[in-house]
Nanobody, 125 residues
Framework: QVQLVESGGGLVQVGGSLRLSCVAS????????IGWFRQAPGLEREFVAA????????DYADSVKGRFTISRDNAKNTVDLQMNSLKPEDTAVYYC??????????????????WGQGTQVTVSS
């Protein structure tokens, strides 16, 4: 069973950047697609971005497309989310999650079987 730990969250001003990292504890990291989701207070968890097991397929929510970039390093068992041009509406707890039964990517939270503990991102105006 894979375990995930996120890091890199914090407080940033509007227009700033943050880089989130997700480290996986597993010997079979390449069997997992990895997604990033976020949840703001009072709102449902929403899809942000995902990357396939080999890094060749990526997917982004429309709200972050062009501003966020997801990437993975299978040699280090890590998936990063580079977030640029941050907006107040990006404020949320960000979670990475692992999904094992899809050769591509998924936007559905129910497809992901393992979740990290989350990292807080706050964008101040």
């Amino acid at each position: 069973q894979v375990q995930l730990v996120e890091s890199g969250g914090g407080l940033v001003q509007v227009g700033g950047s943050l880089r989130l990292s997700c480290v996986a504890s597993t010997r079979t990291f390449t069997t997992y697609a990895i997604g990033w989701f976020r949840q703001a207070p009072g709102l449902e968890r929403e899809f942000v971005a995902a990357v396939s097991w080999n890094g060749k397929t990526t997917d982004y929510a429309d709200s972050v497309k062009g501003r966020f970039t997801i990437s993975r390093d299978n040699a280090k068992n890590t998936v990063d989310l580079q977030m640029n041009s941050l907006k107040p509406e990006d404020t949320a707890v960000y979670y990475c999650a692992a999904e094992q039964h899809n050769l591509g990517t998924s936007r559905k939270a129910n497809d992901y079987v393992t979740w990290g503990q989350g990292t807080q991102v706050t964008v101040s105006s």
